[in-house]
């Protein structure tokens, strides 16, 4: 059944989440900057268009972390010997994690600016 299959993958998709947080200090780290944030918009209850814009952001940095945790676990299984085109690839994958971070300090600081002007 249709309905059945959706749950399934929702399970999976939980199973990864659940994996992650218990696993990566970062993640758990970025999981209480998100709570910041929502915290942040239920305290100042700004415009919707900055509900999109930080939802967005975070959704983005905790992504990239879900991504990079993925690479690292499939890397670090199919060559747990130290090699440099892993190393290169686990790299890369943290590069995805900073820009992401970057970005969303940025409409952080967009948000600051607007709130503490308006
Ligand atoms: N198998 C490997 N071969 C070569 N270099 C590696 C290898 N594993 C890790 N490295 C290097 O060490 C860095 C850290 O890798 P590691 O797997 O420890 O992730 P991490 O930075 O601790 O990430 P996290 O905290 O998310 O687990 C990599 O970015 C890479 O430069």
Known sequence: MKGEGF???LGFALQGL???VVT??????HLVAAAGVLAVLLITRPAPVWWA????????????ELFNTAL???ADHLHPERHPVVGAAKDIAAAAVLVASGAAAVAGLAFAVDWLGG
């Open 7 to 9: 749950v399934r993958r």
């Open 18 to 20: 659940r994996h992650t």
């Open 24 to 29: 990566e200090r970062s993640f758990r780290v």
């Open 53 to 64: 814009v930080l939802g967005l952001a975070v959704g983005f940095v905790l992504m990239a």
């Open 72 to 74: 690292e676990t499939l």
